[in-house]
C-alpha cells in the first residue's frame, strides 16, 4: 500500500491509488512536529483497508523551510588552510549592483567553527602536500571542543582526487559526528558551489535525519495503522518488518528515507517536484507536448515549463546560496493562499511573500489569524464558498473576515473604501505577482505563452488561473481531478532516481573534419568514464536495496566554449558538439561553430520505474448535462460588479458536460472559479478544461 504524501506549509496532503482511482485526505500541516500530520493522514486514508504493509512516499518542505529560518545545526567546516572564509567571500556578483546599504545574511558557519587543514592537491589532481598526523590529532581535538552538531568537509580540488578528504573523512567518522563530504556528495568543480552545497547538507542534516527516524519509527509501531501483523515486500526488505519511508528530491524522483537523511540537501524542493512529475504525466497522457504547470497552494505559487520534458538545472539558489545538486527547474514566488496582505511605508498595497501557514492560517480558518490573506479575499468576493470548504467539512468564518478587513482599512489602508475593494486589490496583486512568475520561465526564456496550456492545480491553483490564462494569452487551462492533492499524486508517481556526476574540464578535439581519430578516441575515453559513473550508481542502489538491472540510464554532458563561465547539458551521443552549438544558438541566440569546446562535467541518471496506473480512468455516464450539478447561485465579484453566479459540484459533472461562466466548480481538495468570458468543458477523463470564448 503506497502512500504519497506532501506536507506544505498550510496543509498535509495524502494520496493513495485503488484501481486506478485517487482518494485524497487533507488535514492541518502541524509544523510543531510535521510527523503527527503525516500518521493522521494516513491513519484517516486508511482506516477502512484491509491490513497491509505501507510505504509512505513524502515530499518535505521541511529542508526548504529550516534553511528559510535558518534553523539547523552548530556547523563545523573543515577545509584547505587559507580557504576557511571562502564560505563568506562567495562570489563577486551581487544581486543590487548599485545599493550600498545591502546587508547579507550571515553565513551558516560561524568564523570561530572554520578549522583549516594543511594540504594541497593541484588542478590536476596531483597531491602536493598531506595532512599530518600532528594536524589530525589537533583537528580532532578541536571539533571535539567545538560542540559542533554536524561537520562539513570540503577541500579545494577533492574533485579532481578525493585522497586527501578521505583520510580527514576517517578522522571526522570517529568522532561519531554527522559529516558531509564533499568528493561523496559532488564531485564537481567550482569551489564555492560546492562548499556552499556540503554545508547545507550538513546544516540540515541532523534535523531532517531525525524527523525522518521518528517518523519511519511511528509508522512502524502506531497500532491505529493497518500494518501491525504484515511484512515488508520482499522486494523493499525493512528491518522493522512493517512500514517503509521513501522521500522525494528535488531532481524529480525518490530515495530511501536513509539516503535522504544523509543527503538531505537533495530534497529542498521535494514538494515542487512532486507537482511537476503529475503535470509531465498527465500532459502525456493527454497528447500534449507544451505545458506550464501552475501549483498554487497555502505559502507559494511554483511554475515550470515543460517542453516535452521538464528541465532540470544544477544552478539553482535557495535563501541567497546556491545549490548545485540536480533540481527541476521551477521558479516560485511568495503568492499562495495563506499571502499575508500589508502596506507599504508608501502606501502601496503588498501581498507576500510572508505566509500565515497553518497557524494561525488565514482569518476565515478561525485559527487565531488576525492579517488579511488572498483566502479571505477570495472568500469575501464570493470565489470562495463557506459551506463547501473541504467538502462541506470544514466552515469559514465570513463574518471574522469581514470584520478583520474594516479593522485593516481603518488601521492601516485608509485610502480604501471598503472591505470588498481591499479583497479585490489583494487577488490583483497576487496575480500581478503570480502573472511575473509565469513571464520568467516563458517569455523571459523566449517561449510564446500562447503556445502552451496551463496545468492547474494545489489547493488555490483554480482560484486564479482562468485569470492568468487570459492575461498571457494561453489557449486553455487544465484542472486535473483532486488538484489540492496533485503534488502529493506525483509523489507517489515518482520514479526511484540516482544522480551521479563528475568534473572532467577537457577540451574536444576539432568535431569538423571528416575522419578524425582524435575524436573518436575522445568519444571512446567518456564512453569509458562515463561506464564508472554507472558502475559505482548501480552499486549505491544495489546498497538501498534497489534492482539496479531495471535502471534505465540518461547520460548527459557539460559542455561550454572554452573561456566561457556557464555551460549547457547535452545528451551524450557522438554528434554532442553540433547539439551543442544548436543549443546554445537556442538560448543565447548566436552560436560560434568553428570555436574550441570543452566538456565540464559528466551526468548519469539511473531511473527504476515505479508501477502506475496504465491510463486515466474514464468516467461514462447516462446524462453530461450540468444541471444535475447544480447546487445553488450566489453572488460572486467578476470585473467591476457582483454576478448571479451557479455553484456545482464537480462530482457531479460528468464527462461531456458543458458550461458558460460565470460558475463556480467545488469539490474537496479545490475550487474553481469560471469567469464570465470562459468555457468549461469535462474531458473524458474528468478533468475540467477551460477556454475562453469568442465574443
Same mark, same amino acid.
Given at each position: 500500500?503506497?502512500?504519497?504524501?506532501?506536507?506544505?506549509?498550510?496543509?498535509?496532503?495524502?494520496?493513495?491509488?485503488?484501481?486506478?482511482?485517487?482518494?485524497?485526505?487533507?488535514?492541518?500541516?502541524?509544523?510543531?512536529?510535521?510527523?503527527?500530520?503525516?500518521?493522521?493522514?494516513?491513519?484517516?486514508?486508511?482506516?477502512?483497508?484491509?491490513?497491509?504493509?505501507?510505504?509512505?512516499?513524502?515530499?518535505?518542505?521541511?529542508?526548504?523551510?529550516?534553511?528559510?529560518?535558518?534553523?539547523?545545526?552548530?556547523? @563545523?567546516?573543515?577545509?584547505? @588552510?587559507?580557504?576557511?572564509?571562502?564560505?563568506?567571500?562567495?562570489?563577486?556578483?551581487?544581486?543590487?549592483?548599485?545599493?550600498?546599504?545591502?546587508?547579507?545574511?550571515?553565513?551558516?558557519?560561524?568564523?570561530?567553527?572554520?578549522?583549516?587543514?594543511?594540504?594541497?592537491?593541484?588542478?590536476?589532481?596531483?597531491?602536493?602536500?598531506?595532512?599530518?598526523?600532528?594536524?589530525?590529532?589537533?583537528?580532532?581535538?578541536?571539533?571535539?571542543?567545538?560542540?559542533?552538531?554536524?561537520?562539513?568537509?570540503?577541500?579545494?580540488?577533492?574533485? @579532481?582526487?578525493?585522497?586527501?578528504?578521505?583520510?580527514?573523512?576517517?578522522?571526522?567518522?570517529?568522532?561519531?559526528?554527522?559529516?558531509?563530504?564533499?568528493?561523496?556528495?559532488?564531485?564537481?568543480?567550482?569551489?564555492?558551489?560546492?562548499?556552499?552545497?556540503?554545508?547545507?547538507?550538513?546544516?540540515?542534516?541532523?534535523?531532517?535525519?531525525?524527523?525522518?527516524?521518528?517518523?519511519?519509527?511511528?509508522?512502524?509501531?502506531?497500532?491505529?495503522?493497518?500494518?501491525?501483523?504484515?511484512?515488508?515486500?520482499?522486494?523493499?526488505?525493512?528491518?522493522?518488518?512493517?512500514?517503509?519511508?521513501?522521500?522525494?528530491?528535488?531532481?524529480?524522483?525518490?530515495?530511501?528515507?536513509?539516503?535522504?537523511?544523509?543527503?538531505?540537501?537533495?530534497?529542498?524542493?521535494?514538494?515542487?517536484?512532486?507537482?511537476?512529475?503529475?503535470?509531465?504525466?498527465?500532459?502525456?497522457?493527454?497528447?500534449?507536448?507544451?505545458?506550464?504547470?501552475?501549483?498554487?497552494?497555502?505559502?507559494?505559487?511554483?511554475?515550470?515549463?515543460?517542453?516535452?520534458?521538464?528541465?532540470?538545472?544544477?544552478?539553482?539558489?535557495?535563501?541567497?546560496?546556491?545549490?548545485?545538486?540536480?533540481?527541476?527547474?521551477?521558479?516560485?514566488?511568495?503568492?499562495?493562499?495563506?499571502?499575508?496582505?500589508?502596506?507599504?511605508?508608501?502606501?502601496?498595497?503588498?501581498?507576500?511573500?510572508?505566509?500565515?501557514?497553518?497557524?494561525?492560517?488565514?482569518?476565515?480558518?478561525?485559527?487565531?489569524?488576525?492579517?488579511?490573506?488572498?483566502?479571505?479575499?477570495?472568500?469575501?468576493?464570493?470565489?470562495?464558498?463557506?459551506?463547501?470548504?473541504?467538502?462541506?467539512?470544514?466552515?469559514?468564518?465570513?463574518?471574522?473576515?469581514?470584520?478583520?478587513?474594516?479593522?485593516?482599512?481603518?488601521?492601516?489602508?485608509?485610502?480604501?473604501?471598503?472591505?470588498?475593494?481591499?479583497?479585490?486589490?489583494?487577488?490583483?496583486?497576487?496575480?500581478?505577482?503570480?502573472?511575473?512568475?509565469?513571464?520568467?520561465?516563458?517569455?523571459?526564456?523566449?517561449?510564446?505563452?500562447?503556445?502552451?496550456?496551463?496545468?492547474?492545480?494545489?489547493?488555490?491553483?483554480?482560484?486564479?488561473?482562468?485569470?492568468?490564462?487570459?492575461?498571457?494569452?494561453?489557449?486553455?487551462?487544465?484542472?486535473?481531478?483532486?488538484?489540492?492533492?496533485?503534488?502529493?499524486?506525483?509523489?507517489?508517481?515518482?520514479?526511484?532516481?540516482?544522480?551521479?556526476?563528475?568534473?572532467?574540464?577537457?577540451?574536444?578535439?576539432?568535431?569538423?573534419?571528416?575522419?578524425?581519430?582524435?575524436?573518436?578516441?575522445?568519444?571512446?575515453?567518456?564512453?569509458?568514464?562515463?561506464?564508472?559513473?554507472?558502475?559505482?550508481?548501480?552499486?549505491?542502489?544495489?546498497?538501498?536495496?534497489?534492482?539496479?538491472?531495471?535502471?534505465?540510464?540518461?547520460?548527459?554532458?557539460?559542455?561550454?566554449?572554452?573561456?566561457?563561465?556557464?555551460?549547457?547539458?547535452?545528451?551524450?551521443?557522438?554528434?554532442?558538439?553540433?547539439?551543442?552549438?544548436?543549443?546554445?544558438?537556442?538560448?543565447?541566440?548566436?552560436?560560434?561553430?568553428?570555436?574550441?569546446?570543452?566538456?565540464?562535467?559528466?551526468?548519469?541518471?539511473?531511473?527504476?520505474?515505479?508501477?502506475?496506473?496504465?491510463?486515466?480512468?474514464?468516467?461514462?455516464?447516462?446524462?453530461?448535462?450540468?444541471?444535475?450539478?447544480?447546487?445553488?447561485?450566489?453572488?460572486?465579484?467578476?470585473?467591476?460588479?457582483?454576478?448571479?453566479?451557479?455553484?456545482?459540484?464537480?462530482?457531479?459533472?460528468?464527462?461531456?458536460?458543458?458550461?458558460?461562466?460565470?460558475?463556480?466548480?467545488?469539490?474537496?481538495?479545490?475550487?474553481?472559479?469560471?469567469?464570465?468570458?470562459?468555457?468549461?468543458?469535462?474531458?473524458?477523463?474528468?478533468?475540467?478544461?477551460?477556454?475562453?470564448?469568442?465574443?
Amino acid at each position: 500500500m503506497r502512500i504519497g504524501v506532501d506536507t506544505g506549509g498550510t496543509f498535509t496532503d495524502c494520496v493513495i491509488l485503488q484501481d486506478s482511482r485517487v482518494r485524497i485526505v487533507k488535514v492541518f500541516s502541524t509544523p510543531d512536529d510535521a510527523a503527527r500530520a503525516v500518521l493522521d493522514g494516513t491513519r484517516q486514508l486508511t482506516d477502512h483497508l484491509p491490513e497491509s504493509p505501507i510505504e509512505i512516499v513524502h515530499g518535505t518542505t521541511l529542508g526548504t523551510n529550516s534553511l528559510l529560518e535558518r534553523r539547523g545545526a552548530r556547523v @563545523a567546516l573543515v577545509t584547505t @588552510a587559507g580557504f576557511e572564509d571562502l564560505i563568506e567571500i562567495g562570489r563577486q556578483n551581487r544581486p543590487r549592483l548599485y545599493d550600498l546599504n545591502v546587508r547579507r545574511d550571515p553565513p551558516l558557519v560561524a568564523h570561530a567553527m572554520r578549522i583549516g587543514i594543511g594540504e594541497r592537491t593541484g588542478a590536476d589532481g596531483a597531491i602536493l602536500r598531506r595532512p599530518s598526523t600532528l594536524e589530525l590529532r589537533r583537528l580532532r581535538r578541536k571539533l571535539r571542543r567545538s560542540g559542533a552538531e554536524s561537520i562539513a568537509l570540503c577541500f579545494l580540488f577533492s574533485f @579532481a582526487n578525493p585522497q586527501n578528504e578521505r583520510v580527514v573523512a576517517r578522522v571526522l567518522r570517529e568522532l561519531g559526528i554527522p559529516a558531509s563530504v564533499s568528493h561523496e556528495m559532488l564531485p564537481e568543480f567550482r569551489e564555492y558551489e560546492r562548499l556552499s552545497t556540503v554545508v547545507i547538507n550538513a546544516f540540515l542534516a541532523p534535523r531532517i535525519g531525525s524527523y525522518l527516524a521518528s517518523l519511519q519509527r511511528q509508522l512502524g509501531r502506531d497500532p491505529a495503522l493497518p500494518v501491525k501483523r504484515s511484512r515488508a515486500p520482499k522486494r523493499l526488505p525493512d528491518k522493522h518488518g512493517q512500514g517503509r519511508v521513501y522521500v522525494m528530491q528535488s531532481s524529480g524522483g525518490i530515495t530511501t528515507a536513509e539516503r535522504a537523511a544523509r543527503q538531505p540537501v537533495r530534497t529542498i524542493l521535494s514538494g515542487p517536484a512532486g507537482g511537476v512529475v503529475a503535470a509531465a504525466w498527465l500532459a502525456e497522457r493527454l497528447g500534449i507536448a507544451r505545458t506550464i504547470s501552475f501549483d498554487m497552494g497555502g505559502t507559494s505559487t511554483d511554475v515550470c515549463l515543460i517542453d516535452g520534458q521538464p528541465r532540470t538545472t544544477s544552478e539553482t539558489n535557495l535563501a541567497g546560496l546556491p545549490v548545485a545538486v540536480p533540481v527541476l527547474d521551477v521558479h516560485s514566488v511568495g503568492a499562495g493562499g495563506g499571502s499575508l496582505a500589508r502596506v507599504d511605508a508608501g502606501g502601496a498595497l503588498r501581498v507576500g511573500p510572508q505566509s500565515a501557514g497553518a497557524e494561525p492560517g488565514p482569518i476565515c480558518y478561525r485559527r487565531g489569524g488576525t492579517q488579511p490573506t488572498v483566502t479571505d479575499a477570495n472568500l469575501l468576493l464570493g470565489r470562495l464558498d463557506p459551506d463547501y470548504f473541504l467538502g462541506g467539512a470544514y466552515r469559514l468564518g465570513a463574518r471574522a473576515a469581514a470584520d478583520a478587513f474594516a479593522a485593516f482599512l481603518h488601521r492601516q489602508a485608509r485610502n480604501v473604501k471598503t472591505p470588498h475593494d481591499l479583497a479585490r486589490g489583494i487577488v490583483a496583486v497576487a496575480n500581478a505577482n503570480m502573472e511575473r512568475a509565469l513571464r520568467v520561465i516563458s517569455v523571459e526564456r523566449g517561449h510564446d505563452p500562447r503556445d502552451f496550456a496551463l496545468i492547474c492545480f494545489g489547493g488555490a491553483g483554480g482560484l486564479h488561473a482562468a485569470d492568468l490564462a487570459r492575461s498571457l494569452g494561453l489557449p486553455r487551462v487544465i484542472v486535473p481531478p483532486s488538484p489540492g492533492a496533485f503534488s502529493a499524486l506525483g509523489i507517489l508517481l515518482s520514479d526511484i532516481v540516482k544522480d551521479v556526476s563528475r568534473s572532467l574540464l577537457a577540451p574536444v578535439p576539432n568535431f569538423e573534419r571528416r575522419v578524425n581519430r582524435q575524436f573518436a578516441e575522445f568519444i571512446r575515453r567518456l564512453d569509458k568514464q562515463f561506464a564508472r559513473l554507472e558502475q559505482d550508481a548501480r552499486e549505491e542502489l544495489r546498497r538501498e536495496h534497489f534492482s539496479s538491472e531495471l535502471a534505465r540510464v540518461e547520460r548527459r554532458l557539460d559542455v561550454r566554449y572554452v573561456g566561457q563561465a556557464y555551460e549547457l547539458p547535452v545528451p551524450f551521443t557522438p554528434d554532442f558538439p553540433t547539439r551543442f552549438h544548436r543549443e546554445h544558438e537556442k538560448a543565447y541566440g548566436y552560436a560560434h561553430a568553428g570555436r574550441p569546446i570543452e566538456v565540464v562535467n559528466l551526468r548519469v541518471r539511473l531511473t527504476i520505474p515505479t508501477a502506475k496506473p496504465a491510463a486515466l480512468v474514464r468516467r461514462p455516464g447516462a446524462s453530461s448535462s450540468p444541471a444535475r450539478a447544480l447546487v445553488k447561485k450566489k453572488p460572486v465579484w467578476f470585473g467591476s460588479r457582483f454576478w448571479t453566479t451557479p455553484l456545482y459540484d464537480r462530482e457531479r459533472l460528468l464527462p461531456g458536460a458543458r458550461l458558460r461562466g460565470p460558475a463556480v466548480v467545488v469539490e474537496y481538495s479545490s475550487t474553481t472559479v469560471v469567469p464570465p468570458d470562459f468555457v468549461l468543458n469535462v474531458d473524458k477523463f474528468s478533468n475540467l478544461v477551460l477556454s475562453q470564448h469568442a465574443h
